[in-house]
């Protein structure tokens, strides 16, 4: 097993630490004094700053005042504290909007913004990117030997799209180099002889807007590639000066919470031009799902920010260590709910636990939002005794850094054909919900606590036993011989309803679904039946089945009328005029097989199906126990070592049986054995030699 090292050579411990915003306290320079001091009490051994510094930085075009940064590098270096220094250009100066107009980001309804909020500026615009490039230069010649820095945070939380006359133009000829300069190719492509709406010239085209063309699929999804690629080239562009001049030092940009709703960046994109993934953790405690769904939604997302890399560590760029301000209710976290939160995230891959922010903004619209320093400013709150208790953690963890794990399964979670499947009209207009379904199945695993990576159609499919697919709608060119591939040379491939429908088009596939699955899962779908929301059919399990599943098991919202062409029927539907026939199929094909899920079903099902799977496949835990209920673990290792992580989401006081296995308790270094207790939102870390 891998060990990728620490994220850099000058911090080989786990990094604890939060945003900074010192340019907001420069009028009283106690502040600073008393921040340091209780950075210190805290644990914490990082702080990221500058992010939104630019105005401080850049009073006016062309004046500049460094003068507070470097006096809080040095300062942050003395202390023993390394720093993340962010780019700045995710909140632009008020003088530039005024000056530059054109920087200002046009809507779809293709209304330019005034000024304000962040992110309200045009990637493509040759005058922002110039007023960055100079603001970057400057930073990364002035600090690039300072022993304080240890990464680069490229801007903040990319998201958005502009429709501005430079954006449409560059759209064009990002179509132009996509189709070959050749207006036919895009027109077949788009099916755009469906309303007449063929093009005739480049000239015509535009953007999708909400009071123009909003029908054609294939441009609506390539505007939303376009964005990514747009966001990207401007991110690249952030990154050039910076590897030019500071090569050695690694690079990051954090990702969006949202990762459900998309923001319409595609992350696989960035991934190569990254150093390490970072990220933003905003879960929903104490909500209207449980605690444990909404660890496992956690769990889900973690992992695709660790899959992103190919299994590299990755860090959890920001948390809240309390209540989030912009959640529809800003609930606090219960007692032992902030650490359990934050060695979640180190469990399935973070080398880091940060959080926005340090100290709470004394004015707008975040000065609600939680912190390590509460506007008290003393340490004699319960948030700042939780965040000195994980820090004092993760000072125990330095042996963990760098490892990872290696999964058996793998789920398909794909940004493109997220957004296909939201563009579709039909089967349903709501409750398609694919983000959901993607997560249920992963909880399937999640619930036995065995490891999952999240992955993309176009990532290697080899090195699994399973590939779980829940409602691939897209199957890009060549995923589906890669698939046939990958269950021919014996592994077992998961797959649902509403899959092979389109191309990477959106244009349907001819000749049956699941178009390029049809072989590999032995099945025709003829129609599908949207159901309404009070609607339940049942499924009916066949007695004899290779998962040794029993009974019946509700169907609802989506219900696939499917024929078996060689598949082994193992369930059929109990009711309505598709009696009788297949709702979940096998299709041994190779040395492997595929199951077809015809109908979208509940927890219970699932459970029972992948519990069935686990056990017919002899997949590994990440400890091979059987958990109590809301406890769950998650396991890296290095080539002598594994590190258990037992998670407790429930409020009730549970026991595990170790039964004869002997670890070591990493918090205090003791031997463990037999029957250990883990509180209500409790932890414990263990390990053993390998």
């Known amino acids: 097993m891998k060990n990728y090292g620490p994220i850099s050579s000058k911090c080989e411990s786990m990094l604890h630490g939060a945003d900074y915003n010192p340019e907001q306290w420069l009028d009283t320079p106690e502040i600073l004094d008393e921040d340091i001091r209780l950075m210190k009490l805290a644990n914490c051994n990082v702080v990221a700053v500058g992010m939104f510094s630019w105005s401080s930085l850049e009073t006016q075009e062309g004046e500049y005042n460094f003068k507070w940064l470097d006096e809080l ?11 993340i220094l962010a780019t700045p250009s995710g909140a632009k100066p008020v003088w530039m909007a005024h000056k530059y107009p054109e920087v200002l980001r046009v809507v779809s309804n293709r209304v330019r ?15 922002y990117r110039e007023k960055v490039l100079n603001i970057n230069r400057l930073l990364a010649e002035r600090y690039k030997e300072h022993p304080a820095l240890i990464m680069w945070h490229v801007s903040n939380e990319f998201e958005g799209e502009c429709h501005c006359e430079l954006c449409q133009e560059a759209f064009k000829d990002w179509l ?14 788009w099916w755009c002889k469906f309303w007449s709406h063929t093009y005739t010239d480049w000239s015509q085209i535009e953007s999708p807007a909400p009071h123009g063309e909003p029908a054609l699929h294939g441009l609506n999804l390539d505007w939303k590639r376009f964005v990514t690629h747009q966001t990207l080239d401007f991110f690249k562009f952030e990154r050039r000066i910076l590897k030019d001049i500071t090569p050695d030092i690694p690079l990051t940009t954090n990702f969006h919470d949202f990762l459900e709703l998309s923001r319409g960046i595609d992350y696989w994109k960035f991934a190569p031009y990254l150093d390490v993934v970072s990220w933003d953790n905003y879960p929903y405690w104490h909500g209207e799902r449980t605690d444990e769904h909404e660890a496992s939604r956690r769990g889900f997302i973690h992992d695709i920010n660790r899959s992103l890399k190919g299994g590299k560590p990755f860090m959890m760029m920001e948390s809240s260590p309390s209540a989030t301000n912009w959640q529809p209710v800003a609930k606090l976290r219960r007692p032992g ?3 359990l939160a934050s060695i979640q995230a180190i469990a399935h891959g973070s080398d880091t636990v940060q959080y926005f922010q340090w100290r709470k903004s004394r004015g707008s619209s975040e000065k609600f939002h939680g912190a390590v320093v509460d506007h008290c400013g003393h340490e004699n709150t319960r948030v700042f005794k939780e965040v000195s208790k994980v820090g004092d953690i993760l000072s125990k963890l330095q042996v963990v850094v760098g490892t990872s794990v290696e999964p058996e399964v793998a789920v398909i979670y794909d940004w493109e054909n997220y957004w296909a499947i939201d563009d579709a009209q039909g089967p349903r207009i709501e409750k398609k919900d694919y983000f959901e379904t993607c997560q249920k199945h992963y909880k399937g695993f999640w619930d036995m606590s065995i490891p999952v990576d999240v992955i993309n159609m176009d990532c290697d499919f080899s090195k699994y036993k399973v590939l779980v697919a829940p409602m691939l709608y897209m199957v890009r060119e060549g995923v589906g011989e890669r698939i046939e591939k990958f269950v021919k040379n014996g592994g077992t491939l998961v797959t649902t309803y509403w899959s092979g429908i389109v191309d990477d088009n959106d244009l349907c596939f001819l000749g049956g679904f699941p178009g ?16 309404y929301d009070d609607d339940i059919n049942h ?6 089945n290779n998962l040794s599943m029993k009974g019946e098991y509700e169907a609802r919202i989506f219900c696939d009328l499917i024929h078996s062409e060689g598949a082994e029927v193992l369930a059929t539907y109990k009711s309505d005029f598709y009696k009788g026939m297949p709702a979940l199929t096998y299709n041994k094909f190779g040395k492997g097989g595929a199951y077809y899920i015809a ?3 509940n927890d219970e099902f699932l459970s029972d199906f992948y519990k069935g799977l686990a056990k017919r496949l002899n997949l590994n835990k990440a400890i091979d126990l059987e958990l109590p209920c809301g406890i769950n673990a998650q396991v890296r290792r290095d080539e002598k070592n594994e590190f258990i992580f037992l998670m407790n989401f429930s409020k009730e006081n549970e026991k595990v049986d170790l039964k004869d296995m002997i670890f070591i308790d990493m918090e205090t270094t003791e031997n463990i054995t037999g029957s250990i207790n883990l509180k209500g939102y409790g932890i414990r870390i263990i390990s053993r030699k390998l």
Not at 113 to 127: A, D, F, M, V, W
Not at 539 to 544: H, K, N, T, Y
């Open 73 to 83: 590098m040095d300062r942050m270096h003395k202390n023993g504290n390394h720093v």
């Open 113 to 127: 913004n005034l000024y304000g909020e962040r992110h309200n500026h045009c990637y493509t615009s040759p005058i």
């Open 176 to 189: 132009k180099e996509k189709y070959h300069n050749n207006l036919d190719e895009l027109n077949k492509a």
């Open 337 to 339: 709910v902030h650490a």
């Open 516 to 531: 390029p699955l049809k072989k590999v899962t032995g099945i025709w779908s003829e129609e599908i039946d949207a159901l």
């Open 539 to 544: 499924v009916i399990i066949e007695e004899s």
């Open 599 to 601: 109908f979208r079903n």
